[in-house]
Nanobody
Framework: QVQLVESGGGLVQPGGSLTLSCAAS????????LAWYRQAPEKEREFVAS???????SYADSVKGRFIISRDNAKNTVYLQMNSLKPEDTAVYYC?????????????WGQGTQVTVSS
């Protein structure tokens, strides 16, 4: 069971920046992928960005060019740098980790961190 703990959320003005962190309880090199998702009030959880073990990244169109996902293997931590924030980025942001072993795929979630973009 992988434990994920997010931090770094808060209130920021439109156009501002914020960096989220997600610390894993074990070596993230044993995980196939790490990702960030978000869920706004009364909306479904949506994909934001992901990074593979080989550091291949993927982004939702809505954040491409503004958000950057990265990882620090030594710290077992994945980051989401968010720039040029918009009110529509307001949501609870969740960290996700995926481990594949043979035919099994396990997905782990953090508890979420609130990001509010408002003036």
């Amino acid at each position: 069971q992988v434990q994920l703990v997010e931090s770094g959320g808060g209130l920021v003005q439109p156009g501002g920046s914020l960096t989220l962190s997600c610390a894993a309880s074990e070596n993230i090199l044993t995980l196939n992928a790490l990702a960030w998702y978000r869920q706004a009030p009364e909306k479904e959880r949506e994909f934001v960005a992901s990074i593979s073990r080989s550091t291949t990244t993927s982004y939702a169109d809505s954040v491409k060019g503004r958000f950057i996902i990265s990882r620090d293997n030594a710290k077992n931590t994945v980051y989401l740098q968010m720039n040029s924030l918009k009110p529509e980025d307001t949501a609870v942001y969740y960290c996700n980790a995926v481990r594949r072993s043979g035919y099994d795929t396990n997905s782990y979630w953090g508890q979420g961190t609130q990001v509010t973009v408002s003036s």
